[in-house]
């Protein structure tokens, strides 16, 4: 080697050492026109080269050659000599910019300075630049931001299929804080509250502490600590474009503050305006001041009115105006009560009727209530009634009105009961002489369809198959049953065809409630949606079994998890053209009813609920005789006029009776219904709760939540008027209710 030759190297070698040892930033691209970069500070060794101009001919890319790793810089950490391929072909913006084929491994040392990279094990808050993009270039180490040239320690590079960037260069362009962690070997990387993890070699790195999984692992090249592209932007929320053609990926790193505020949803003229307030900084600075444009306290006049707010960080950059546009209405005024009556003075046992004249400057009342307006009154005097109503904004007004009540008698209470009781509510009297009304001679044949009641454990304790049965053609389903395994469950129905042949099966209608922690309330429900559906067609559904194959039929039931102490209650009719096997069983919510049902024990009954297939569980009553011209009851579920169907256990290998008749539908048919008969509904097992038809209309069993209670309460069911008539009711008992019940054939008081 020739003299001049040696003392080029020992001059570019003396150059390079001076470089090494004075840390210093990223290089602008035009002396002219550079500014101080942003460095975190490091303290374990950190070498970066210092600042200076940079010609194109210094920017790295794949097409550069391969060159030795002599020109490390004695001091740093060891470094992974791992090749990086550099080749980038256009991604799609919606995903990591080089999840594309890896086009090669080429490595090179720029003939510019580059950053050494050591990361440190402290540092201090850097004031971030204030450009709002950086531009990174695929296959090169050049970055541009707010028109000037900066180079990163590598290039952005493509490993795998991952896009690669130089975390050190990244971060100071944007201006966070980077330490580094000697007792965990882990890179961190600091913006405002938000903290990310990265090791060498690892995929896996922690946003906040939870651990997340990158594309590819990071690692570092010619001591630069890369990682991928997209680590950093998903944990920090940084958007990107990516410009296939230019082959640039443009970070978005608006640095600005936010602001933003919220007032409440209905304002008006004279209220006081709450104004709530947030804001942020995206490198994590104090906010430090505020300015509002158009804020009020109260607007007094109602309109529109316009309200900007906007922040100032430490830095001194202010947030972009957020705007809210205020509707202030009109000042609200309460709603005006009033109601007036047929008469200004009623005889005891005399109608009242009730004119509601509440009014509403918005036509907004959503709610009336009412204290003391009884339908009639039975003691004389002046009867103080009122009525309170509301409108949508909360306010009210009360009205009160005197009724007076003179000593004459119109009606006594049980003629005015019969008389005036609106349909579906209640009133009482003396159940002590039902007993004693002539009973109806019906008499009655059964349809065929299959019952099978799933009512034994009613109280779960365990998970199992609580019932298990196959039948064929047309088939009813009860299903009712409390959870009481401490977790939450699901119950479901699995259907298997056994069959060498396809089978259809039809699922009619549908009447499903639950989970609910009323018994009652389920029960009442379940029977109500049932009859909904018989009404208007809802509820069906067909599935196709295939030889050999289990599905999930009924699902309703499994729609919703069960809570401890819930209950849950299904009526439905389904046909099917072969004979399926059903399993009902009880799981926790999390398991797949087709993977374990099969291996599921099967529950024993409670020894107090009743569980059965039961035959023939559609009951036909037509009754042809005149009834109503004088008081007569009509027994359902008492085992005698109306017994019990009789069947089988099957998981118990018994006899099984259906006590009440729970799950039979009763198709009632009464051609003779003497003028003014009241029909009405009493029960004598205990409390009722439920629905019937009537003539095609449902009917509440006592309107609202309330139970009608055994055996001296009735509820109102039907009145005929002045000719006699036909009269359809549609009944089943109502899971969580009692049996049996009469239906009450009474004639009615004549009217005054």
């Known amino acids: 080697m020739n003299l001049k030759k040696k003392l080029s190297i020992l001059t570019a070698l003396a150059v390079f050492q001076a470089f ?15 500014t101080t970069t942003n460095t975190a500070n490091v303290k374990s060794v950190e070498v970066v080269k210092k600042e200076q101009t940079i010609a194109e001919s210094d920017v790295k890319s794949g097409s550069d050659s391969k060159q030795s790793d002599n020109n490390a810089v004695e001091g740093t950490n060891p470094v992974t000599d791992e090749p990086t391929g550099t080749d980038v072909t256009p991604v799609d913006p919606n995903t990591d910019p080089a999840d594309e084929e890896d086009a090669g491994e080429e490595t090179t040392v720029p003939t510019a300075p580059v950053e050494v990279e050591q990361p440190s094990t402290s540092g201090q808050s850097i004031a971030g630049s204030k450009g709002g993009d950086l531009t990174l270039y695929m296959n090169s180490n050049k970055m541009v931001q707010d028109g000037k040239t900066y180079l990163a320690g590598q290039p952005m590079a493509v490993k795998n299929g991952v896009s690669y960037v130089a975390i050190r260069a990244l971060v100071d362009r944007v201006g966070y804080e980077v330490k580094y962690d000697n007792t965990t070997k882990e890179t961190i990387i600091i913006s405002g509250e938000d903290e990310l993890r990265f090791k060498t070699n690892s995929s896996v790195y922690t946003v906040n502490g939870e651990a997340r999984t990158m594309k590819g692992p990071a690692y570092q090249q010619k001591n630069t600590f890369m990682v991928p592209l997209t680590s950093i932007t998903q944990a920090l929320n940084i958007t990107y474009k990516v410009n296939q053609s230019a082959k640039t990926v443009i970070l978005n790193l608006n640095s600005k503050p936010v602001a933003s505020f919220t007032v409440q949803k209905e304002i008006f003229a004279g209220d006081t305006v709450t104004y709530n307030t947030k804001s942020s900084s995206p490198k994590g600075l104090d906010i430090v001041d505020e300015r509002w444009t158009g804020r009020q306290d109260s607007f007094d006049q109602p309109g529109t009115y316009t309200v900007t707010y906007a922040v100032q960080d430490s830095s001194g950059q202010w947030s972009d105006p957020y705007a809210v546009t205020i509707q202030v209405q009109k000042l609200n005024l309460p709603p005006v009560a009033m109601f007036t009556t047929d008469k200004e003075e009623y005889k005891m046992g005399e109608k009242i009727t009730y004119i509601d004249q509440s009014t509403d400057d918005e036509n907004a009342i959503v709610k009336t209530e009412w ?30 009105k005197n009724v007076n009540i003179t000593n004459e008698t119109l009606y006594t209470i049980s003629d005015f009961n019969q008389l005036f009781t609106p349909v579906g509510d209640k009133f009482s009297f003396n159940g002590s002489e ?19 009641r799933s009512n034994s454990p009613e109280t779960v304790n365990s998970e199992g198959i609580v019932y298990k049965e196959s039948s064929i053609g047309q088939t009813r389903f009860m299903i009712h049953h409390v959870n009481n395994t401490g977790k939450n469950v699901k119950m479901y129905v699995v259907a298997t065809n056994n069959n060498m042949y396809a089978a259809t099966l039809e699922q009619q209608n549908m009447g499903f409630a639950g989970p609910s922690p009323f018994a009652t309330v389920a029960g009442r429900l379940s029977i109500e949606r049932w009859f909904q559906s018989m009404q208007d067609g809802t509820g069906k559904l067909n599935v196709v079994l295939q030889p050999g194959e289990s599905k999930l039929i009924l699902t309703e039931l499994n729609a919703l998890p069960m809570k401890q102490g819930q209950v849950i209650s299904l009526y439905s009719d389904v046909f099917s053209d072969y004979r399926l096997d059903y399993n009902i069983i009880m799981i926790e919510e999390n398991k797949d009813p087709m993977a374990v049902w099969s291996t599921l024990p099967v529950l024993d ?8 297939t039961y035959p023939n569980a559609t009951r036909v009553i037509t009754y042809d005789q005149e009834v109503g011209s004088k008081p007569a009851r009509l027994p359902l579920g008492d085992n005698a006029s109306d017994p019990n169907l009789v069947g089988k256990d099957p998981m118990a290998y018994t006899e099984a009776s259906n006590a009440g008749n729970f799950g039979v539908l009763y198709k009632i048919t009464l051609n003779n219904v ?12 205990g409390r009722y709760s439920g629905v019937v038809l009537v003539n095609g ?13 055994a055996p001296n309460e009735q509820s109102v069911l039907y009145r005929t008027g002045s000719y006699g008539e036909a009269v359809t009711i549609v009944f089943s008992a109502a899971p969580g209710s009692n049996l049996p019940v009469n239906l009450l054939f009474t004639p009615l008081p004549a009217e005054k």
Request: aromatic fraction near 8%.
């Open 605 to 612: 009954r409670d020894g107090v609920h009743n569980r059965g």
């Open 434 to 452: 039902v007993p004693a009304m002539e009973k109806v001679p019906y008499t009655y044949y059964d349809e065929q369809s299959v019952l099978i």
């Open 371 to 400: 204290e003391n307006n009884a339908l009639a009154f039975f003691v004389p005097g002046p009867k103080t009634v009122t009525i309170t109503v509301t409108d949508k904004h909360g306010a009210s007004n009360s009205y009160t």
């Open 674 to 685: 003497a003028p003014r008969t009241l029909i009405s509904f009493n029960p004598r097992g």
């Open 20 to 34: 090494a040892a004075i840390p210093a930033n990223a290089l602008a691209a035009d002396q002219s026109d550079t």
């Open 697 to 709: 209309q449902v009917v509440q069993i006592s309107n609202g939540t309330k139970s009608l209670s």
